[in-house]
């Protein structure tokens, strides 16, 4: 049987869903939850913890567990966003070899996919424990803003994990699609997603089942994690205004202050007032130990966040705009992501929007369940499903003078393809180097690089003679590829990418691998576990029994001999116990097996013997 399943990589928490008997379904963990912390943790002896696990233990550990990876995934070393993240967060970032962003957990240095992966191996592992078989297929969902090169390293995370990803499809258009599935209906919507990290928004046209997006538009660094820091920065300033001492350099206390900041957010969604309370928050170095007590109302974190609300506003009307649409238009407005739980952001949005926005969707599972249902369809080649996308941003190339020229507008639906002819510029130039981008500014150095392509090999010849057509393609996955194409010859150009940032093939080849020898130890070890629990399981019951048994074969040499026998067994066992190891752990489950079934026999014969 084959599983194809669908997961929502969250910048806070992951889902996992899967499409069973026309049902889309989110698979719980082994905890019972839906949803898992996106939260990756090396403990002391260097064993890796996802999810709860690493949640668990994050106050106590802050300087090795990754949390909201996500706002760093094929991100630049140089950009605001790895600037911001590295200032803020408890975690070691450092540059990597290709410009990219790297994460130092205890003495190793990991890249962002491979963190996302052991996410989402973790989720696999969910949705393999769970289904009884392996899953092998999925479609990860990626913010509808997200550039090439992020959804390029997402891509590669679900290869490192061990996964295929069948397609990679945006989170709102997920939203929408488990929002409209099986409902036939002809609609207008906006879904207004704000999750941990990110922010989208896009305008979809529904109808007999064809789920188009007509505009898009977000910010992949605007989430719940920056009304945290308002929160915290709010909760540092009173705490240094009341003590006059700082705490931004006690890791610990900024762990406890992130979480509890979170908490007291989420908490004001349903009541008024709420207090944070952290004892013991930070000891100087005389000892002096300082503790906080402190109230805070909803209008107070209104006030501290309303702007961050605002500013998603704006982008929903810029987004309304591109789609020459009118709020009054829209039939439904759908919310997604844990973000809009708050008050304030339904209010806002249901006054920009002058509709109440839809409650039936659940925030935090919806884009999983489209992104099953999906996945389902890839599968089984559902033609009553369609999904038409966008591509977010506009694609192009830096010409002379360091302007950007647009080749692919933004909001074009995708797959799509552009064609550029270029032409040599010296006598005998063979080769020409092209600088593609992604972005709105005229200028190519506010936008964002996604690669530098080098055409060479091209024939000699006077300049301007040879003329090369480059056609830039854009898949439904919204990932960019380049061919190119000597116009005269009709010959296949080579064209060689330099990875400004991300992981090479060959360091993607490697992290594969170690991937799949980490999952077989781990494996391995679970069975060792899984035949100790049983065997110690197997020697308490035979011990409880043996005065029983003891008791029915009393006084008979057949009874001596068989209890020293099991007595002897039971013994082995838990010498094989104490090693550790899970050596000869079978044959030692064999022979209790064995002992407890002579057990059980002896007792049915007294109970027998008893009733007759
Ligand atoms: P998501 O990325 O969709 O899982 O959303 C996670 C974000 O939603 C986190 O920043 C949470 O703090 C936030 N969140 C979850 N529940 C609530 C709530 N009841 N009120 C406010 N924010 C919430």
């Known amino acids: 049987m084959e599983y194809v399943v669908g997961i929502d990589l969250g910048t806070t928490n992951t889902c996992v869903a899967i499409v069973e008997q026309g049902v889309p379904k989110v698979i719980p963990n082994k905890g019972g939850y839906r949803t898992t912390p996106s939260m990756v943790a090396m403990s002391e002896s260097s064993k890796r913890l996802v999810g709860h696990l690493a949640k668990r233990q994050v106050v106590t550990n802050p300087a090795n567990t990754i949390y909201a990876a996500k706002r760093l995934i094929g ?8 600037r911001t993240v590295a200032q803020t967060c408890p975690y070691t970032i450092v540059e990597g070899p290709h410009g990219d962003i790297r994460l130092k957990v205890r ?18 592992m969910v949705a393999e424990q769970y289904l009884g078989g392996p899953v092998e297929k999925a479609v990860i969902t990626v913010p509808a803003y997200f550039n090439d090169n ?14 295929e990803v069948i397609r990679i499809i945006n989170e709102p258009t997920a939203a929408a699609l488990a929002y409209g599935f099986g409902k036939n209906l002809e609609r207008k919507v ?16 529904i109808g007999h089942g064809v789920f188009e997006v007509i505009s898009t538009a977000g910010d992949t660094f605007l989430g719940g994690e920056n009304f945290d820091l308002r929160v915290m920065q709010y909760l540092i300033e009173t705490f240094e205004e009341e003590t006059g001492v700082a705490i931004r350099e006690d890791r610990m206390a900024m762990q406890r202050l992130k979480d509890a900041a979170e908490k007291a957010r989420c908490e004001l969604s349903n009541v008024r007032e709420t207090v944070i309370d952290l004892p013991f928050l930070h000891t100087t170095p005389s000892g002096k130990v300082f503790h906080m007590h402190e109230a805070l109302t909803a209008q107070q974190l209104e006030g501290l966040t309303e702007d961050l609300i605002d500013d998603t ?28 739980r708050m008050p304030l952001v339904q209010r806002k949005v249901a006054e920009f929007f002058g509709i109440e926005p839809c409650k039936g969707v659940h925030p935090d599972e919806v884009v999983a369940l489209g992104a099953a249902i999906q996945a389902a369809a890839l599968v089984d080649n559902t033609p009553e499903l369609l999904l038409l996308d966008v591509t977010p941003h506009s694609l192009g190339i830096m010409i002379v003078g360091g302007y950007f020229h647009r080749l692919i507008e933004q909001n074009t639906t995708i797959p ?3 064609g550029h002819v270029f032409t040599t510029v010296r006598d005998n130039q063979t080769s020409v180097k092209i600088l593609v981008l992604q972005g709105e500014s005229d200028k190519a150095a506010e936008n964002e690089m996604l690669g530098e392509f080098i055409l060479s090999g091209l024939r000699r010849a006077p300049r301007g003679q040879v003329e090369v057509e480059v056609t830039f393609s854009i898949s439904v996955d919204g990932i960019v590829s380049v061919s190119a194409k000597d116009l005269e010859t009709g010959r296949e150009q080579s064209i060689t990418v330099t990875a400004t940032s991300g992981l090479t093939e060959d360091e993607l080849r490697d992290l594969v691998r170690q991937s799949q020898s980490y999952m077989i130890e781990l494996r391995a070890s679970e069975e060792i576990e899984r035949r100790r629990q049983h065997a110690e399981k197997l020697v308490d019951t035979i011990r409880n029994l043996f005065p029983q048994v003891e008791d029915a074969m009393s006084g008979t040499r057949f009874g ?9 067994v039971v013994q082995r066992a838990e010498q094989d116990l104490s090693r550790g190891d899970g050596k000869g752990l079978l044959d030692t489950i064999d022979s209790l097996d064995r002992t407890l079934g002579m057990f059980k026999n ?9 009733h007759r």
Not at 116 to 122: K, R
Not at 152 to 162: F, L, S, V
Not at 560 to 568: F, H, L, P, W
């Open 107 to 124: 003495e190793h240095v990991y890249s962002v996919p491979e963190i996302s992966a052991f996410i989402l191996a973790e989720m696999k």
């Open 190 to 205: 906006a879904v207004y997603d704000l999750g941990g990290g990110t922010f989208d928004v896009s305008i979809l046209d």
């Open 416 to 418: 799509t393809r552009a």
């Open 150 to 163: 992020q959804r390029q390293a997402t891509k590669d995370a679900g290869r490192i994990a061990g996964l």
């Open 313 to 340: 506003i704006k982008i929903c009307a810029r987004t309304l705009a591109s789609a020459s649409l009118d709020k009054k238009e829209l039939d439904d407005v759908v919310l997604v992501g844990g973000m809009t």
């Open 560 to 568: 001596r001999d068989a209890m020293a026998k099991a007595e002897a």
């Open 75 to 82: 991100r630049k070393w140089n950009s605001t966003a790895g």
């Open 602 to 610: 002896v007792m049915h014969k007294k109970s027998e013997a008893a």
